[in-house]
């Protein structure tokens, strides 16, 4: 059975910074592709950030420079660094996982709240 498990959501004010944890389990996690979407009320969910297998890196152009994503095979855990958050950063951010030859195969996490006060 597949479980992603999100942490480290919170409130913060605006130019802080949060750093969110994603613990997989049931996948063969350093082959599996990592990323982070988010979603706010009324829009759809969006790519934030992802990182392949390999360390190869992507973000939103919304959020380079500003937030960072990485992976521990280690520890089967994933993390997204934000910083200089802004209120429009607010949304509910969610992980997931998939591998590159199975990409319509999708597993997600419940989420965690991210909220950015001006």
């Known amino acids: 059975q597949v479980q992603l498990v999100e942490s480290g959501g919170g409130l913060v004010q605006a130019g802080g910074s949060l750093r969110l944890s994603c613990a997989a389990s049931?996948?063969?996690?350093?082959?599996?592709?990592m990323a982070w979407y988010r979603q706010a009320p009324g829009l759809q969910r969006e790519l934030v950030a992802r990182i392949g297998s390999g360390g190869t890196t992507e973000y939103a152009d919304s959020v380079k420079g500003r937030f960072t994503i990485s992976r521990d095979n280690a520890r089967n855990t994933a993390y997204l660094q934000m910083t200089g958050l802004k209120p429009d950063d607010t949304a509910n951010y969610y992980c997931?996982?998939?591998?590159?030859?199975?990409?319509?195969?999708?597993?997600w996490g419940q989420g965690t709240q991210v909220t950015v006060s001006s």
């Open positions: 997931e996982s998939h591998y590159a030859w199975s990409s319509n195969v999708r597993f």
């Open positions: 049931g996948i063969t996690f350093s082959s599996a592709i």
